[in-house]
């Protein structure tokens, strides 16, 4: 049986929410047929595939480059994580050559 519950984390806790915590904390852990438990060795491949994929596809490389103010400006009203968003205009635009011609 699966509970949920939400709990606002800047208040502090009510008798009932603890008990509830302290219930799940001393319940017993079952898994389940379509999640099985990992081997150590299994977790130890897991982990190097993880690690060859992170270098391979995503280590990124920091550069300077010289953008307007207002494309500045514009990429920052996007939040946090807009140079990301910046990577992902840059790979999609230099990948598709139509559209990289309009620019040079």
């Known amino acids: 049986m699966i509970i949920t519950q939400d709990i606002d984390l800047s208040r502090e806790l009510t008798e009932e929410q603890l008990k509830m915590l ?3 904390e001393n319940s ?6 379509d ?3 990992i081997s150590d060795e299994q977790l130890a491949r897991m982990s190097q595939l993880i690690r060859e994929r992170r270098s ?4 990124k490389q920091t550069v300077a480059i010289r953008i307007s103010p207002k494309a500045l400006a514009t990429a920052r009203s996007l939040g946090k ?3 990301s968003v910046l990577s ?5 635009t230099l990948a598709d050559r139509e559209k990289l011609k ?3």
């Open 22 to 24: 302290e219930a799940a």
């Open 28 to 33: 017993p852990v079952i898994t389940d047929e």
């Open 35 to 37: 999640a099985p438990d």
């Open 56 to 59: 391979r596809d995503t280590a």
């Open 81 to 83: 994580g807009y140079t």
């Open 88 to 92: 992902r205009i840059l790979e999609s």
């Open 102 to 104: 309009n620019y040079l």
